[in-house]
């Protein structure tokens, strides 16, 4: 094998490693160390969700309302984790009734929707959590409905449930639609379940009804895109409102996740319910 090659082939992996440190990092404050540092900050917040909430790929909505200066003596818990599904959500409650929160914070739905988009998007999911069931929007209604449940039943948390974001910046394709028709079905079930329905897909949608961009960006599944994003972010000085300018997106980084401009609207939102009456 010729040296550029071994070369090409070293520089793939130091890549690939370098992305997924960066993208798998375990939030400091996620639910594991705060019941092992028995912290007596008090109120517990908890924001329950997938990678949005993580936000190691995207903007740290979480990290930046921990900063918040009325919230020093809060203890804010992230508990996200990349690629959730409801389903992983419903079997990892006890930890979150363990805690005793006093409001937990719910944004989940996009890893599903992905899912139900092409046998491809449900094979990585599957392969990744060894699903043993289809993902539908019936499954979806049916995980989001036992979550909320169980939260309300085993906690005296306050509930919040965010609908998912949009999926892709081009209202008419496919994703995005199905984004919408997830959005839709999450607050079917917060309102029958009679929590708290923040409605991010919606305004997220309207702002880009308003917004001066002239091309839309539909979703595409892209891994490497995704993964060149995160690591343009960590490696040069680039925003994650820059890439997502670069990327052709205005509220989101690499059409899944959402840049500052997307990540500052669900913040102000969770806001409003942690300190309600103050701007």
């Known amino acids: 094998m010729k ?5 090409w082939i070293l520089s793939f992996f130091l890549f690939q490693s370098c992305v997924i440190f960066q993208a798998t990092k375990v939030p400091s404050n996620n639910l594991k160390s705060a019941l092992e540092t028995k912290s007596t900050k008090s109120p517990k917040i908890v924001f329950l969700g997938d990678s949005i909430t993580h936000g190691r790929v995207s903007y740290d909505y979480v990290a930046a ?14 508990e996200g984790i990349n690629s959730r599904l409801t ?12 805690l005793k929160p006093d409001i937990v914070f719910l944004l989940i739905g996009t890893n599903d929707l992905k899912a139900t988009l092409s046998p491809d998007e449900y094979n990585r999911y599957a392969n990744l959590w060894k699903l043993k069931e289809p993902v539908t929007e019936e499954s979806f209604v049916t995980n989001l409905t036992k979550v909320i449940q169980t939260i309300k039943k085993d906690t005296k948390a306050k509930l919040i449930v965010f609908s998912p974001p949009v999926l892709g910046e081009d209202p008419e394709s496919i994703p995005f639609q199905r984004s919408k028709r997830f959005a839709e079905l999450t607050k079917e079930v917060v309102t029958k379940e009679k929590a708290i329905y923040k409605p ?3 305004t997220l949608s309207k702002g880009l009804e308003t917004s001066n961009i002239k091309i839309r960006k539909p979703y595409i599944q892209s891994t490497w895109g995704m993964y060149w994003t995160i690591l343009k972010y960590y490696s040069t000085t680039a925003t994650w409102d820059d890439l997502g300018e670069s990327n052709g997106y205005y509220y989101l ?9 997307g990540g500052k609207i669900l913040e102000l939102m969770a806001l409003e319910e942690i300190l309600p009456g103050e701007k």
């Open 253 to 261: 980084t690499d059409a899944i996740h959402l840049n500052e401009r």
């Open 200 to 202: 991010l897909h919606e």
């Open 87 to 98: 389903v992983q959500i419903l079997e990892q409650l006890d930890p979150l009734k363990e």
């Open 3 to 7: 040296p550029l090659s071994h070369l």
């Open 65 to 78: 309302i921990a900063k918040h200066p009325n919230l020093v003596n809060y203890q804010v818990i992230n």
